[in-house]
């Protein structure tokens, strides 16, 4: 079985540059979710869809970033412009519809910027 | 909204003793508490979750036991070996999954 997976890997860019990170969820799971890990601020969620429509954006920090998805198989966090405190790594998640369903979690894009 | 607190945030044991990480969240409606593992560098990977109908879970040597009056729920390692070394998170959940800060354990041979 596929998992979740993400792209690139890793990104090293200067400040100021558009950063987009991608994330193909699990196929047949309903719910995305876009978190960040930081060492001073653990797991936070950005942002989480269900069929494709964001449901809570109140955890992404500033207008300078946005996220979509324009089908069941595909998202994006986009940066703009980036700024070193935007340094972290970005995880993607995945879970059926519903409540109570585990979360599945892509291998991450670690974002570095100069 | 939901606030999950965890504790340790360190834990060292010796190989072959028992850890428990202990978890509080704030928001009554949340009804499902998973838990993941995560090694450096890797993603985060579900071990063992528990919903809001049940008490206790037992996976081998991992349990996990919930006690919904007081909104706290606890992970239990028994015979911990060297591969249990990982940061450990508790999450809870209403409408997404909010998490916990981590436990870094530490188990040496």
């Known amino acids: 079985d596929a998992g979740v997976i993400q792209s690139p890997r890793h990104e090293v860019t200067e400040m100021g540059q558009e950063v987009t990170l991608r994330c193909k969820p699990i196929s047949g799971h309903n719910s995305l979710f876009w978190y960040r890990q930081t060492m001073m601020r653990g797991l936070e969620l950005l942002i989480y869809?269900?069929?494709?429509?964001?449901?809570?954006d109140s955890g992404m920090p500033e207008d300078r970033f946005s996220a979509k998805m324009p089908n069941a198989s595909f998202s994006t966090l986009k940066i703009q412009p980036s700024e070193p405190r935007d340094s972290a790594v970005y995880f993607c998640?995945?879970?059926?519809?519903?409540?109570?369903?585990?979360?599945?979690f892509g291998d991450g894009t670690r974002l570095s910027i100069l | 909204g939901e606030n999950v607190e965890q504790h340790p945030s360190t834990l060292s044991v010796q190989e072959g003793d028992s850890a428990v990480i202990k978890c509080t969240y704030s928001?009554?409606?949340?009804?499902?508490f998973p838990w993941y593992k995560q090694e450096l560098g890797k993603r985060p990977q579900l071990i063992i979750d528990i919903r809001s109908n049940v008490g206790e879970k037992k996976d081998q040597r991992i349990a996990v036991t919930l006690n919904k009056t007081a909104k706290h729920f606890s992970l239990h390692i028994t015979e911990t070996q060297p591969e249990d070394s990982a940061v450990y998170f508790c999450?809870?959940?209403?409408?997404?999954?909010?998490f916990g800060k981590g436990t870094t354990l530490s188990v040496s041979s």
């Open positions: 928001d009554s409606a949340s009804n499902y």
């Open positions: 999450a809870a959940l209403r409408t997404a999954l909010i």
């Open positions: 998640a995945s879970s059926p519809t519903g409540s109570n369903q585990p979360q599945h």
């Open positions: 869809f269900n069929n494709n429509v964001p449901i809570d």
